[in-house]
């Protein structure tokens, strides 16, 4: 069974919260867009069992307390570099060279569990390809190892559904731009014809940098609430609704 969202929920746009005005401004905003790009962790899957049971077995190996998920998830968002600064023992969140042995050890611990989070969030596949049916490119941009993204698109998307694949490398990491503009560059689009689709405060921030539009999705790691905290305009409940919106 593919990981679960709110499927009796109906949609942002439902709730008594938000005017159905609202709704067609944002709606208007999505259309003609020739490509869609996806975050990965918290957006297309729940990973965070995976990289927790990573995150642990690093830990043990050096000797450091164990992490609860939700001090993972809550670590989660600006890079695995800064997820490990963030795990390991607060005195040495400063120290360089602990921080790298620790993340090295890490990398090579999630070679081992990656593969655990090999399912999308329920109705994801099925909203994927009604993009990509309809012509547009899609894309994935996340601050997970470029490795490990490329290595989970290739189970999530064996049918070649996505365009571009795109993870941490030796760019700066999101919110920074750097690696958005390469895959648009690599697409052949522009900033305007994009739609990014994250859960987090960092995908919002990412496509406000870009001057791109942003879908936030209410299932990841944040949740509603929080996104809304962080100024989203438009969150969604399910993926079917990214089929209703990008069109």
Known sequence: ???????????????PDYEM???KRIHMSFENKKAVIFDLDGTLADT????????????????????SVDEVRAAIGNGAKMLIRRTIPAELYDDDETVA????????????????????YDGMREALAAIHESGKKIAVFSNKQDAYVKKLCDIYFSDGTISMALGQTELPVKPDIAGL?????????????????????VDLATAKNADMDCICVAWGFVGREG??????????DHPREL?????
């Not at 069974?1 to 709730?15: F, I, L, Q």
């Not at 042995?101 to 399912?119: G, N, P």
């Not at 689009?189 to 987090?200: K, L, N, P, R």
């Open 243 to 247: 089929v209703e919106l990008i069109h």
């Open 181 to 201: 503009k390469l895959i648009m560059d690599s697409l052949g689009v522009t900033a305007d014809e994009c739609v990014f689709v994250g859960d987090s405060g």
């Open 227 to 236: 996104l809304a905290a962080k100024g989203a305009e438009c969150i969604i």
């Open 48 to 67: 965070i069992e995976a990289i927790t049971e990573a995150i642990n077995m690093t830990m043990n190996h050096f000797g450091y307390p164990e992490r």
């Open 101 to 120: 042995r620790v993340f090295e050890k890490y990398d090579a611990m999630y070679e081992l569990t990656y593969a655990h989070s090999d399912k999308m």
């Open 1 to 15: 069974m593919e990981n679960s969202v709110d499927t009796d929920a109906v949609g942002w746009y439902n709730k």
């Open 21 to 23: 005005k609202a709704r």
